[in-house]
T-cell receptor, first 112, second 110 residues
């Protein structure tokens, strides 16, 4: 079966702009989580969506938001981009809590 | 907050040698995950350790879990160049959130 698909793979944006990233989970998986990976902070949890509801949220400012659609696809949005938002954004797909998590290829966001 | 510590952060080892990566975590958890990441790539699941005393092996990698000591190890046997990557351990809370270690960047030198 198809894996976790993230689009786009690469993005370059200017400070102050906004960006939307997309994640399509494995078919049948209802949970999508988002992580930010930077060299300085490592892998940090952004939020998790399950059946279109945000179930958990990490310690990120309100500029970071997300949503999930009825087909379980999820988007995350970052508004008013800052240089520090440059990172690899990974999404993880799971059937539920404590089931195996599968990660997408990631979106590499560069803010200039 | 749950904390996960890995050491060493960087590991350079010669082909054919053995080494162990350590992962300590700060709160009770009976599930521990190991992932591999190649440069610019995503996280590849290596092992899921589900209970105290669990040991899993795949090729030259063996992982173990001691929940009482809150310690997991990833042992590398007779390293080869293909094992060069960054290795992460992670625990998961009841809210389905992963807490990752800092990662161990492994370079295997011919």
């Amino acid at each position: 079966k198809a894996g976790v698909t993230q689009t786009p793979r690469y993005l370059i944006k200017t400070r102050g702009q906004q960006v939307t990233l997309s994640c399509s989970p494995i078919s049948g998986h209802r949970s999508v989580s988002w992580y930010q990976q930077t060299p300085g902070q490592g892998l940090q949890f952004l939020f998790e969506y399950f059946s279109e509801t945000q179930r958990n949220k990490g310690n990120f400012p309100g500029r970071f938001s997300g949503r999930q659609f009825s087909n379980s696809r999820s988007e995350m949005n970052v508004s008013t981009l800052e240089l520090g938002d440059s990172a690899l954004y990974l999404c993880a797909s799971t059937e539920g809590v404590n089931t195996e998590a599968f990660f997408g290829q990631g979106t590499r966001l560069t803010v200039v | 907050e749950l904390k996960v510590e890995q050491n060493p952060l960087f590991l350079s080892m010669q082909e054919g040698k053995n080494y162990t990566i350590y992962c300590n975590y700060s709160t009770t958890s009976d599930r521990l995950y190991w992932y591999r990441q190649d440069p610019g790539k995503s996280l590849e699941s290596l092992f899921v350790l589900l209970s105290n005393g669990a040991v899993k092996q795949e090729g030259r990698l063996m992982a173990s879990l001691d929940t009482k000591a809150r310690l997991s190890t990833l042992h590398i046997t007779a390293a080869v160049h293909d094992l060069s990557a960054t290795y992460f351990c992670a625990v998961r809370n009841t809210g389905n959130q992963f807490y990752f270690g800092t990662g161990t960047s492994l370079t295997v030198i011919p």
